[in-house]
């Protein structure tokens, strides 16, 4: 089960503070709610489908690794996910901070025919 922090979660909270007219979602939040739908998945589909969650990091290190032409290296987080084959799965879940002001989540339907 992935922990998130009472300091993050307090983060859902409505403003209380006057000057405070926004609140903003962290990775933690967002890498939380993520396990929540991997759990719910799993849970209604029974293991029906093939699927792979990925965090907040692995776009980040992608976008990053892309920048500096070393976009192979990104092979090393796939192997400590021990994914060998993208090919294989169903499904790909990914979240996606666009520009520091956006969530969205990525999901790539590789069995879409």
Same mark, same amino acid.
């Given at each position: 089960?992935?922990?998130?922090? +009472?300091?993050?979660m307090q983060l859902l909270d409505p403003p209380?503070?006057?000057n405070q007219n926004e609140n903003w979602l962290n990775d933690e939040i967002i890498n939380?709610?993520?396990?929540?739908?991997?759990?719910?998945?799993?849970?209604?589909?029974?293991?029906? !489908?093939? +699927?792979?969650?990925?965090?907040?990091?692995?776009?980040?290190?992608?976008?990053?690794?892309?920048?500096?032409? $070393?976009?192979?290296?990104?092979?090393?987080?796939?192997?400590?996910?021990?994914?060998?084959?993208?090919? $294989? !799965?169903?499904?790909?879940?990914?979240?996606?901070? +666009?520009?520091?002001?956006?969530?969205?989540?990525?999901?790539?339907?590789?069995?879409?025919?």
């Amino acid at each position: 089960m992935y922990e998130i922090t +009472l300091k993050s979660m307090q983060l859902l909270d409505p403003p209380n503070h006057p000057n405070q007219n926004e609140n903003w979602l962290n990775d933690e939040i967002i890498n939380g709610y993520v396990e929540l739908i991997k759990q719910r998945y799993q849970k209604e589909e029974g293991h029906k !489908y093939n +699927l792979e969650f990925f965090n907040t990091y692995a776009y980040s290190k992608l976008v990053q690794l892309m920048k500096v032409g $070393k976009i192979h290296q990104f092979d090393r987080i796939l192997k400590r996910k021990k994914i060998t084959e993208l090919g $294989k !799965y169903d499904k790909i879940f990914i979240p996606v901070n +666009l520009e520091k002001s956006h969530w969205l989540l990525l999901v790539v339907n590789i069995s879409y025919n």
